[in-house]
């Protein structure tokens, strides 16, 4: 299932009133879920077909281009012009600094995970020699602690 859209929404998509979509629905062209959305995808080429039939009689008898034709080139440069719109907005959003590439993040995240992990690992050897000392599970809880908390500190100043 695709992207789901209000009805106003579908109108502004398709060129078409509010109105329109509304008639359409009620003479069973497109249709609409239980959440009173409809399929965007769907809906646009539902539409187009409806729009590309060949004419009845009263319609002024002249016969519609091919409908498979039209609903190619209609849907095809729908789906690029979207595709375009929202390349431009994600380069924006990068530019204004509200949107940073996936490979950056797993870059940061992987050198930051690296560096807590080097940090929590020199704590053994840093307290070796005063836990072997130490008989009161107490003090050795407390000194654990601390170190802890001075490497968590260390990473949250930058290292």
Avoid: F, N
């Avoid at 109105?19 to 965007?40: N, V």
């Avoid at 409908?67 to 595709?83: A, I, Q």
């Avoid at 940073?100 to 870059?107: A, D, L, P």
């Amino acid at each position: 299932m695709g992207e789901r859209v209000t009805g106003a929404e579908l109108a502004r998509r398709a060129g078409l009133t509010p109105a329109a979509i509304s008639t359409a629905r009620r003479r069973g062209r497109i249709t609409r879920g239980k959440d009173k959305k409809y399929d965007a995808e769907s809906s646009l080429v539902r539409l187009d077909e409806s729009r590309t039939r060949e004419p009845g009689p009263g319609r002024g008898g002249k016969k519609a281009k091919e409908p498979s034709d039209t609903l190619t080139l209609t849907h095809w440069k729908t789906v690029e012009t979207r595709e375009m719109a929202r390349k431009r907005k994600l380069e924006r959003l990068e530019i204004q600094g509200a949107l940073v590439r996936r490979s950056v993040v797993e870059q940061t995240w992987a050198s930051e995970a690296a560096l807590i992990r080097d940090q929590l690992m020199q704590i053994g050897s840093r307290l070796a020699g005063r836990l072997a000392a130490e008989t009161d599970p107490r003090v050795c809880g407390r000194l654990v602690d601390e170190e802890v908390l001075t490497a968590l500190r260390g990473l949250a100043g930058g290292g």
